[in-house]
């Protein structure tokens, strides 16, 4: 079945550092993919996404590149705030009749003033 | 626009007590769903439904139930609640359950305990 694996937290980094958090998944076809983000006492919220290979997705400065040969999708930013501190979901949506989605465990990030 | 609606936000059991979750969208998605959250496990489906009428079982059905009667309201159910059920419940709906490119939209969660 479909799987999706993510770099263990919790992430602890200084404000102002560059971000990845690696995620990589198995699955059949040819599934979309999308990073959510979860902060203190609230429910997931969709980061960014990405429905083929090759396509970047991209939101308040976080980026994703889907890279089949490589099944990946790491998320990353160029410049990290005390405000991005939360939980980041790796997941990944595949066709089978209804939205079958699958998510990663959730990569803790906690940025230091 | 609310969203998705999920109550109560915190909940204490008693072994073998039942009880409903609520959760209401008003974004007339097609489909809704309940995930359960678990430290270290990520996001597990429990039920889901394509419509109103219309449900199915998704990775961990057991001791839960649900029904669609409505587009709007997507309850859930636990028959005789066991400490295994201790979790953060979540709700989540998307436009058009059969496209798999439609985010999901998230409730805010229930904090669920069961002593």
């Known amino acids: 079945g479909d799987s999706v694996t993510q770099m263990e937290g919790p992430v602890t980094l200084s404000e102002e550092a560059f971000l990845t958090i690696n995620c990589t998944y198995t699955?059949?076809?040819?599934?979309?993919l999308f990073w959510y983000v979860q902060y203190p006492g609230e429910g997931l919220q969709l980061l960014l996404k990405a429905t083929k290979a090759d396509d970047k997705g991209s939101n308040k400065g976080f980026e994703a590149t889907y890279r089949k040969e490589t099944t990946s999708f790491h998320l990353e930013k160029g410049s990290v705030q005390v405000s991005d501190s939360a939980v980041y979901f790796c997941a990944l949506s595949n066709s089978g009749g209804y939205q079958k989605v699958t998510f990663g465990t959730g990569t803790k990030l906690q940025v230091i003033p | 626009n609310a969203g998705v609606t999920q109550t109560p936000k915190f909940q204490v059991l008693k072994t073998g007590q039942s009880m409903t979750l609520q959760c209401a969208q008003d974004m007339n998605h097609e489909y809704m769903s309940w995930y359960r959250q678990d430290p270290g496990m990520g996001l597990r489906l429990i039920h889901y439904s394509v419509g109103a009428g219309i449900t199915d079982q998704g990775e961990v059905p057991n001791g839960y139930n649900v029904s669609r009667s409505t587009t709007e309201d997507f309850p859930l159910r636990l028959l005789s609640a066991a400490p295994s059920q201790t979790s953060v419940y979540f709700c989540?709906?998307?436009?058009?359950?059969?496209?798999?490119?439609?985010?999901?939209?998230f409730g805010n969660g229930t904090r669920l305990t069961v002593t």
């Open positions: 699955a059949t076809g040819y599934p979309s």
């Open positions: 989540a709906s998307s436009y058009n359950g059969n496209s798999y490119n439609s985010p999901l939209h």
